[in-house]
């Protein structure tokens, strides 16, 4: 199955979906340290992206898809999401990062199967409702095209007609979304992110996310019972948790059927620590030491026996945002791009290009690799199931 990946960044999500069985035949990014990135893993031979087509810096709003129309089964990408995350300036769809337009218009354009798009939490706060609704809804009739005179708030109201006037005619989709938090699919990281997934009408594909494997309780589950602790070899002078989640462990009665939600140890445990031990760190790719970490108030770190805190792209006042992992002591360091990577799921030997707050900022904006692999996973399967009922598989 043929599929193409809008605004790839440094390939998170296009790892994951090339991983479930999507063969890619176009990669757009506009930044060139992207580009980079995903080059020099290409020229490396690093699988999968070693058989990705060529990631030159382009500009989506000027590149045209009209090649791919009905030949590609996916479309998949994270418009930027600067107009909505929370520490941005909150411009949404005055913002001219603004980029669902062009996803859009790559959906009209492609006419695929089935999509898959990410972006921040911030969309589905109550005073981007409206958005969020204007969104779902081009999504779901892309060829009902805005004109030049049309305020976006006068398409929205047209397209809303439109939904409840008319039977689906014409390109239509299917469009769910949700909030998930990568940790409850075992990811060791506390990320939020929306997620829209939609099939073409004609499909027939019903569909919902699929439900959390890992939680918390699972988690405090095992470090109250030592099993955590025992795992990682730590004494039990050293087994510190936080009061709150002690006393909520304490309350469980039986162990969870989840599985325990993964953390910081448990990603980066085995990495040598670059600062006491920089000989052995510079064995492990793109794993430095990096100065400078502080705690102050609203920027204090990740635990490390607690999932990350979400990776940030280095926008929220300090190169990096919070990229911090607290030390068992108290102290603090910034992680190192290899631990960040683990954080957010990449291969271990795929190399980021750049300065550190350069690859930071690509790993804050990244979707964790593991995750896209699982909903492309799922979406596929559906895909074939339909091709199957149809006759042509």
Same mark, same amino acid.
Request: net charge neutral.
């Given at each position: 199955m043929q599929s193409v990946e809008l605004f790839a960044g440094a390939g998170g999500?296009?790892?994951?979906?090339?991983?479930?069985?999507?063969?890619? #035949?176009? *990669?757009?990014? @506009?930044?060139?340290? =992207? =580009?980079?990135?995903?080059?020099?893993?290409?020229?490396?031979?690093?699988?999968?992206?070693?058989?990705?087509p060529a990631a030159e810096p382009r500009d989506v709003t000027k590149t045209s898809f009209t090649t791919h129309e009905g030949k590609v089964e996916l479309v998949s990408g994270g418009p930027p999401c600067q107009p909505f995350s929370l520490g941005g300036k909150h411009a949404a769809h005055n913002d001219a990062r603004d980029m669902w337009p062009a996803a859009v218009r790559a959906v009209r354009e492609i006419r695929p199967k089935a999509f !898959?798009?990410?972006?921040?939490?911030?969309?589905?706060?109550?005073?981007?409702?409206?958005? $969020?609704?204007? !969104?779902?809804?081009?999504?779901?009739?892309?060829?009902?095209?805005?004109? /030049? /005179?049309?305020?976006w708030t006068d398409h929205l109201s047209r397209l809303e007609r439109h939904h409840t006037g008319h039977a689906a005619r014409g390109l239509a989709y299917r469009v769910v979304y949700r909030v998930l938090n990568a940790a409850n699919f075992g990811i060791p990281q506390r990320r939020e992110r929306v997620i829209f997934?939609?099939?073409?009408?004609?499909?027939? *594909?019903?569909?919902?996310? +699929?439900?959390?494997t890992y939680s918390l309780d699972a988690l405090i589950w095992d470090q109250v019972n030592g099993d955590y602790w025992e795992r990682h070899g730590i004494a039990k002078r050293d087994r510190a948790m936080d009061s709150r989640l002690l006393a909520r462990g304490k309350a469980l009665r039986e162990k969870p059927e989840l599985g325990a939600w993964r953390t910081t140890r448990?990603?980066?445990? /085995? $990495?040598? /620590?670059?600062?006491?031990?920089?000989?052995?760190?510079?064995?492990?790719?793109?794993?430095?030491?990096?100065?400078g970490a502080r705690s102050y108030p609203g920027h204090t770190g990740s635990p490390l026996d607690e999932p990350a805190k979400t990776l940030k792209a280095g926008v929220h006042g300090v190169p990096g945002g919070e990229n911090m992992l607290v030390r +068992?002591?108290?102290?603090? @360091?910034?992680?190192?791009?290899?631990?960040?990577?683990?954080?957010q799921t990449f291969p271990d030997n795929y190399a980021f290009h750049g300065s550190w707050?350069?690859?930071?900022?690509?790993?804050?904006?990244? #979707?964790?690799?593991?995750?896209?692999? $699982?909903?492309?996973?799922?979406?596929?399967?559906?895909?074939?199931?339909?091709?199957?009922?149809?006759g042509r598989a």
């Amino acid at each position: 199955m043929q599929s193409v990946e809008l605004f790839a960044g440094a390939g998170g999500l296009g790892i994951g979906i090339s991983q479930a069985g999507f063969t890619p #035949v176009e *990669i757009v990014e @506009r930044d060139r340290w =992207c =580009c980079d990135t995903i080059s020099e893993n290409r020229r490396n031979g690093v699988a999968p992206v070693a058989k990705w087509p060529a990631a030159e810096p382009r500009d989506v709003t000027k590149t045209s898809f009209t090649t791919h129309e009905g030949k590609v089964e996916l479309v998949s990408g994270g418009p930027p999401c600067q107009p909505f995350s929370l520490g941005g300036k909150h411009a949404a769809h005055n913002d001219a990062r603004d980029m669902w337009p062009a996803a859009v218009r790559a959906v009209r354009e492609i006419r695929p199967k089935a999509f !898959i798009f990410e972006n921040v939490k911030g969309l589905t706060r109550e005073s981007f409702a409206s958005y $969020l609704a204007y !969104i779902v809804h081009q999504l779901t009739y892309p060829e009902l095209v805005r004109t /030049d /005179d049309e305020a976006w708030t006068d398409h929205l109201s047209r397209l809303e007609r439109h939904h409840t006037g008319h039977a689906a005619r014409g390109l239509a989709y299917r469009v769910v979304y949700r909030v998930l938090n990568a940790a409850n699919f075992g990811i060791p990281q506390r990320r939020e992110r929306v997620i829209f997934v939609g099939f073409r009408e004609d499909l027939g *594909i019903e569909w919902n996310f +699929p439900p959390p494997t890992y939680s918390l309780d699972a988690l405090i589950w095992d470090q109250v019972n030592g099993d955590y602790w025992e795992r990682h070899g730590i004494a039990k002078r050293d087994r510190a948790m936080d009061s709150r989640l002690l006393a909520r462990g304490k309350a469980l009665r039986e162990k969870p059927e989840l599985g325990a939600w993964r953390t910081t140890r448990d990603a980066i445990g /085995d $990495l040598p /620590d670059p600062e006491l031990h920089p000989d052995l760190a510079a064995t492990h790719l793109n794993h430095r030491f990096q100065p400078g970490a502080r705690s102050y108030p609203g920027h204090t770190g990740s635990p490390l026996d607690e999932p990350a805190k979400t990776l940030k792209a280095g926008v929220h006042g300090v190169p990096g945002g919070e990229n911090m992992l607290v030390r +068992p002591n108290g102290g603090v @360091r910034y992680f190192t791009v290899r631990e960040s990577a683990r954080l957010q799921t990449f291969p271990d030997n795929y190399a980021f290009h750049g300065s550190w707050s350069e690859t930071m900022r690509q790993l804050g904006n990244a #979707v964790p690799v593991e995750l896209a692999t $699982l909903l492309a996973r799922d979406v596929r399967a559906h895909l074939l199931a339909a091709n199957h009922a149809g006759g042509r598989a």
